[in-house]
């Protein structure tokens, strides 16, 4: 009896307790938990998109949280990828390329960012100190000028433009810094230029009085490509679903934060709100990266070329290629599409970003073909920026107030 009393009494106690924290279990099992993911990230506003985006629970709505680790330049991060400190890094794409060519077997995960257009609007630039005899890229030549890393997107991309606007790129000098070093850097004289981006290059412009003279992306082509999130290829391998949700948890920050500049900018530290924004897109331009490739080449970067098929891999393609166009409507009676700073003749299919500048008041850019129809304003002018996919077949452009402003291009 004595034992049947304890054992009644242990039941009832049991049914106590269910009833008494059931609920909050049963909260707690329908709440998944989510899975940490590493980013390996640097200082610099370009960043920005992944804080946004994890302010506005895009990654949480997909399982995600993320771990910020910031290192201070693009190789740092591919190092540490490899000693599997992170998982994905946010890095240029010629550090991706090194370690690829190196036998670390980095793959792109997202994109990114690409540059601007001119001195004006790009946010990565050469700088020199207000006083400075430097006046032009070409005296630049035999100076020294401060990068981020030695063997990396700036040193290739400097050397590239200077050989592109005729100046000896052998001739200049660089010296390794990281970003937050370079402005006294530059107004104590230890070097003569430096390679910046934003927020450091509206800091110097604003507060130290410095002057651009050049900008490498822009003298190379229009929104050249700069960097993205890339990882190993075993950790996307044995990770695969999260490294699609990661992409798609990325791929909605920089399109948020592209059409929500005033919220990136809050994020900036005071006083630095007004900086020069990167252009944020989730297309891989495979055209603009394979001229990237050979430059890196070219100057000892790089020894051989990449294999793209596994730095890009299709499913982060989506689909055969995918790529930037640049269509051009005004001023006067012009129209034209490009690609990579050539005529656009025959392109593959695939996904691409389509960027109008529309700069006639009189004039539209409408781009039809194979499942296509879309078109600016005849009234309005400024930039339009289109992601579409395009399929085989030919693509007429035409402005619909002038029948002899047309041209075409065929995709196959």
């Known amino acids: 009896m004595r034992l049947q009393r304890k054992l009644a009494f242990a039941v009832a106690c049991v049914v106590v307790l269910l009833a008494a924290f059931g609920g909050s279990a049963s909260g707690a099992a329908g709440k998944a938990a989510l899975t940490t993911v590493t980013v390996d990230t640097l200082p610099i506003a370009n960043g920005l998109p992944l804080d ?10 997909r399982g995600i949280e993320i771990k910020k680790q910031t290192l201070q330049s693009g190789n740092d991060i591919i190092l540490a ?9 946010y890095v240029g794409y010629v550090p991706m390329m090194i370690g690829r060519t190196q036998g670390i077997p980095m793959t792109l995960v997202a994109a990114s960012e690409v540059e601007g257009t001119s001195t004006a609007d790009n946010w990565q630039n050469i700088l020199v100190k207000g006083s400075s005899a430097i006046r032009t890229p070409a005296d630049l030549a035999g100076k020294t000028i401060a990068v981020n890393a030695l063997k990396g997107v700036g040193e290739v991309i400097i050397k590239a433009a200077l050989k592109k606007v005729g100046v000896d790129p052998n001739s200049i000098k660089l010296l ?13 004289g230890q070097v003569d230029a430096i390679w910046t981006p934003e927020p450091f290059l509206s800091q ?12 490498p992306g822009p003298t190379l082509t229009n929104f050249f490509p700069n960097g993205g999130y890339a990882a190993l290829a075993d950790w996307v391998k044995s990770n695969p679903a999260l490294a699609k949700d990661f992409k798609a948890a990325i791929d909605e920050s920089l399109d948020y934060a592209q059409n929500h500049p005033d919220e990136i900018r809050a994020l900036l530290p005071a006083g630095t709100q007004n900086v020069r924004l990167p252009i944020w897109s989730s297309v891989i331009d495979r055209a603009k990266l394979l001229q990237l490739a050979k430059d890196a080449k070219e100057f000892g970067v790089i020894s051989t070329l990449p294999n793209f098929a596994q730095l890009f891999p299709s499913a982060i393609r989506s689909g055969l ?10 001023p006067g009676n012009t129209i034209l599409v490009k690609q990579a700073g050539s005529r656009a003749k025959r392109i593959d299919p695939g996904k691409y970003l389509i960027i109008v500048s529309d700069r006639s008041k009189t004039l539209n850019f409408h781009l039809k073909g194979p499942g296509l129809d879309k078109l600016t304003s005849l009234k309005k002018t400024g930039i339009v920026r289109w992601t579409v996919t395009l399929g085989a077949g030919t693509y007429t452009f035409k402005s619909d107030a002038g029948k002899k402003l047309r041209g075409s291009f065929v995709v196959s």
């Open 204 to 215: 110097a412009l604003n507060l130290d009085g410095a002057r651009i003279v050049m900008a």
């Open 321 to 330: 290629a995918t790529g930037t166009l640049e269509a051009f409507v005004g």
């Open 176 to 188: 390794a810094l990281p970003f937050p070093s370079m402005r006294s850097a530059l107004n104590n």
């Open 81 to 89: 990828l490899a000693n599997k400190n992170g998982d994905i890094g």
């Open 52 to 61: 946004l985006g994890i302010a506005k629970g895009f990654f949480s709505k």
